[in-house]
């Protein structure tokens, strides 16, 4: 008998992906915070949207997110293979051909696209392909590999959701999702930041210019707390602008004093303390972002229901 | 040089690719019958009400 199927298994002709492989492709923990902000973003814009068509419009922000995913896998998978933290991912990992992993992005970015435009509004449609298309090819192909500023700017893909939730609803942007998209756009240079700090060999290794690569550790430090403090008084901005309450006002407060502080210890750490201080700012900024978002979705949902039909909601 | 063998079985996959082959299938499978299902919910919930008004 013939073995042309050796050949064939060395090309990765044959493919050799679980269903799972593909969902992780989808990368499902980035995804969770999209669904959340794109949520909140949705619940908080004036008007009304049958609550079927919300949960769909949901789910095509989550699918275009996720496609995103898919296709900065896609483009990432060499220095995906050369860091420890993604070497293990579906393509690196030889699980998924990269070939395989470009058609499911593209078929899922354009499926994400025709929902969301059919089932609400070609505005929500229209933002949620340019989110697709700043992370793929602005962050990914563009700034990633170039500049040490990849995530200040790029972090515009990952604010977009709760803007695109909004125009589902409305079918135009305003100041208040414009708001929403600013504390995201300012959470993500400190949050990711804090991460590369840690991981700066792994990033230097792949070729990546993270900041503290190019800049060094001590100007990370700085911008960390500059960013830091530019974000803290901008998450007031509901409060100011009437659409978050006291619930919102004390998370921003008890956070935002949470942040400075993680900040701080960043700055003035040194030796194993520092790498504790990082971590507890990537994981403290994670919790400080949806403790606000979470806030306004309580508030909308006691304001809507009323408490007790509100937690019942939760409940069941 | 080697023979050329007399019958070309192709190429045979593993129990383990055949699996998940399989595992596949199934995940296709359910997504074309979730797509289905998904198209026809947004269309009924799109007519609403209009959803009865048919021209006679």
Known sequence: MSDIG????????????????????????????????ALVGLVMAPGTIHPVIGAIAIFAIAV???AS????????????????????????????????????????????????????????????????????VIYSM??????????????????????????????????????????????????FWALALVKCEDYGRAGVPMLPNVAGEAATRR??????????????????LGFGGLAYAVAATLGGAAMILFALQILLAKGTDFTRACWRMFGGSILYLFALFAALLVEWGVAKFGVLTFIRGLWS | MSALPEKNDGIRLTEEEKARRARRSKAIGFAVAG??????????????????KRPM
């Open chain 1, 142 to 191: 563009l700034l990633k590999r170039r500049t040490a500023q990849n995530i200040v700017i790029g972090g515009a893909a990952g604010a977009l959701p709760p803007v695109v939730g909004w125009a589902a609803v409305t079918g135009d942007v305003t100041l208040a999702p414009m708001v929403l998209f600013a504390i995201i756009f300012l959470w993500t240079p400190p949050h």
């Open chain 1, 69 to 136: 995913g898919a296709l900065n896998m896609w483009y990432d998978r060499d220095i995906d293979a050369v860091m420890k933290r993604t070497a293990n991912r579906p393509i690196p990992g030889g699980r998924v051909s990269a070939g395989e992993a470009l058609a499911f992005g593209l078929f899922l970015s354009v499926f994400s696209v025709m929902v969301l435009g059919l089932a609400t509004n070609w505005v929500a449609g229209g933002l949620l392909a340019f989110t697709i298309f700043f992370y793929v």
């Open chain 2, 35 to 52: 797509l289905c299902l998904l198209f026809y919910v947004i269309s009924v919930f799109k007519m609403g009400a209009g959803v009865v």
């Open chain 1, 223 to 240: 911008q960390i707390l500059l960013y830091t403090l530019i974000l803290v008084p901008v998450a007031f901005a509901p409060v100011v």
């Open chain 1, 6 to 37: 050796a050949d064939i298994r060395q090309q990765s002709l044959i493919s050799n992906a679980d269903p799972q492989d593909f969902l992780a492709l989808l990368k499902p923990r980035v995804m969770s915070l999209v669904v959340f902000t």
């Open chain 1, 64 to 66: 275009g997110g996720g």
